[in-house]
């Protein structure tokens, strides 16, 4: 059998599956637990799993996309930049997330220099076959910072800029499970990131919060057999790090990696867009990269951006409190009506990540919305 079919097959997951109602059989009240990634979403939506998980595990999703955490003011910076007539390169999916005046998108339907890229090399060689300044708009968490790192310990062209957005994921998670009204009781975190982090990035936040913490891949089983784990430790009162992605993740993580992440950026206090501002939750350039930091090179483009002013309807958007974990799509009364992929209103609708847009395309709103 190929790994692939061990993976899939059918059998297992129907064992995972009676595993997990016979756990959810001796909690006396629902359990909610929450995964941190939007990629587990997509998969719970893709293969149908909400509608698997017994009626009294509510199983939600925090701040796991990249796109919907940056916040509206990072992309007013980028905007700023672009209508100032520097070119921008960045990823797909931040172009139609909005602003609090417009999107890249709009920058660039107003004549602005936008355009996508689908690796951080990339705007290192569009820097290097260009004689102007190249601004690259870095957003992501851990996964994508290690290769924007990568690219600035690569002897980068002088005029490369990197505008960073990129935040750091634990850190959101301490947010989580500090806000007095979560309900929260299990993490299931993402295994990508942990490949770079490494599982014992989440021993300080377990010993805090007392609140287990299952390291899960992304095939239906990966994340069934990690949420069995999780439930059990829930319902044990286990409050521990648990590798369910052995194959890929190891308790250091990848030093390698870690170590370049940290040469070039230092952690440090930031908004996330809806949430809070994350202590320690953004990723910004190190001094020493102060001549390829875009805020530093254009601290004066960006102090002269005009000011504006938030949407009227963005106060209707409910992503902060979903990504918190207390609230669903559903919640929102945009949601499928004034808030839709086409013409997203929060950052929730834009990202293949993002929940709002998962729920929205794979119709959960009508057959799962209402765990
Ligand atoms: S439906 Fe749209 S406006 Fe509502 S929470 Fe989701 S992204 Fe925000």
């Known amino acids: 059998m190929t790994a692939q079919l061990a993976f899939r097959d059918v059998a297992r997951g129907r064992l995972l599956q009676a595993r997990l109602e016979q756990a959810m059989g001796r909690a006396s009240q629902p359990v909610t637990v929450m995964h941190v990634c939007g990629s587990h979403e997509q998969a719970i939506a893709r293969y149908g799993l909400r509608a698997r998980f017994p009626s009294n595990l509510l199983v939600q999703m925090g701040p796991g996309c990249p796109v919907c955490v940056t916040d509206a003011p990072e992309i007013d910076a980028c905007v700023a930049l672009a209508q100032q007539g520097l070119r921008i390169v960045t990823y797909g999916d931040m172009l139609r997330v909005p602003g609090r005046a417009m999107s890249l998108e709009d920058a660039r339907a107003r004549g602005a220099r936008v355009d996508v890229i689908y690796a951080a090399t990339q705007a290192a060689d569009i820097a290097r076959g260009s004689d102007e300044p190249v601004v690259f708009f870095a ?29 750091w994921v634990p850190a959101a998670m301490d947010v989580v499970a500090s806000a007095p009204d979560t309900r929260i009781e299990g993490y299931l975190a993402a295994g990508h990131a942990a490949t770079i982090t490494g599982h014992g990035v ?43 992605f052995p194959r890929c ?31 320690r939750g953004n990723l910004s350039l190190r001094a020493a990269y102060a001549a390829h930091d875009a805020s530093v090179r254009f601290a004066a483009k960006l102090a002269a951006a005009p000011a504006v002013a938030e949407r009227a309807d963005a106060s209707e958007c409910r992503c902060g409190g979903i990504m918190m974990g207390l609230q669903k799509p559903t919640d929102c009364r945009l949601f499928g009506k004034a808030c839709r992929p086409e013409a997203p209103v929060g950052a929730c609708m834009v990202s293949t990540e993002g929940v709002c847009r998962i729920w929205h395309e794979h119709g959960l709103a009508d057959a799962e919305g209402s765990p």
């Open 139 to 167: 957003t992501g968490f851990e996964t994508t910072a290690v290769a924007t790192a990568a690219v600035l310990l690569s002897n980068p062209p002088p005029n490369l800029f990197v505008l960073s957005a990129h935040k």
């Open 202 to 244: 989440f021993e300080s936040f377990v010993a805090k919060y007392r609140r287990p913490v299952v390291v899960a891949g992304f095939e239906p089983l990966d994340i069934l057999a990690g949420l069995v784990l999780l439930v059990e430790h829930v319902l044990d009162g286990s409050a521990t790090v648990v590798n369910a």
């Open 249 to 279: 993740v190891k308790r250091e993580g990848n030093r390698r990696a870690m170590d370049a992440l940290f040469r070039v950026f230092e952690a440090s206090d930031g908004e996330w867009r809806g949430i809070a501002r994350v202590s």
